[in-house]
């Protein structure tokens, strides 16, 4: 088996990444687990030292679930499941096409390979991108299904401090505001020695701002704000995530396309817009591809 991911490392929305000697998890904050199997898992992560409870509840809402944080980071979570897996980073798929009763996979620095089964992952409209770049046909119902998991964007700022900011422990607040969703201070958090903090802007901003210039849509997420910062930005960059959160879940933990050559598709838009969802939901496909491939 071989896992291919375009990304530099494993992780995906499991982001953290260094700036200005700073670091910063900049996609998911935090995990919950609603499921006995996820569950299972984070215990897994927490016995190993991978992950730690971070708070519990969520502003604004009556719920109470604990929220874990990946140690030293969240994209840690992720490169704690590698193991022994055979994994090709920095490969990028561009499509898959039939040829022969095979997958012909096709990378976008002209290489090729041959696999018998193919498990896509990414966002699904990267994922349908790959499969009609390779002329696959979807049925209807499949194309009609996948075509109604679109996602929200978010533009992330990840911005260090001259001091640290007032964002009090254990570092995250919601404010109540409609451009900004979410700021983690970083530093509390455990994850940065120096001051740092990660600023989410809500769907709404990031869907009109997508595309403005880095630095003048960075240094209007920062004035606004400014007031729960408490400190002077010293530097910052923003990343901006297309595929954020799905805003809807389709009904199926994955979809499976086709057989032999066998072709299925996963990821949160089959469980859930949260780490647990694409844990389900991968693990799910995982399952249902071995039991195909002992069977047949
Ligand atoms: C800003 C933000 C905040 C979030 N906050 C939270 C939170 O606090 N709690 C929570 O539970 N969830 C949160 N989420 C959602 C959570 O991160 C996702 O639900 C989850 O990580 C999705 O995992 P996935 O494996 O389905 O997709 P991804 O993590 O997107 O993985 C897809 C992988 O496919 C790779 N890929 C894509 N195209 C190709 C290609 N052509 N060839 C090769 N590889 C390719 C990508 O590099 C990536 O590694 C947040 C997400 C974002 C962006």
Partial sequence: MLVVDKGKSVGGRLASRSFESAIFDYGAQFMTAREPTFLEQVNTWIAEGTAELWFRGHPGRSENHKRWRGIPNMRELANSLVGSLNINTARQVLKIAVQQDQWKVEFKDGSLMHANNVLLTPPVPQSIEIIDRGDTKLSQNQRRRLQKLTYDPCI????????????PSPGMLVPDHDDIDWISDNMKKGVSKLPSVTIHASSDFSETHFNAD???????????????LGAPVKHFAIHRWRYSKPRCVDAER????QHNPTLMIAGDAFAGPRVEGAFLSGSTAAEALMAHIENY
Wanted: charged share 25%; hydrophobic share 50%.
């Fill in 156 to 167: 992330a700022v990840m911005a260090v401090l001259e001091e640290p900011s007032k964002i």
């Fill in 254 to 257: 994955f979809m499976l396309i």
């Fill in 214 to 228: 880095r630095n003048e849509v960075g240094t209007k997420i920062i004035n606004l704000s400014k007031s729960w």
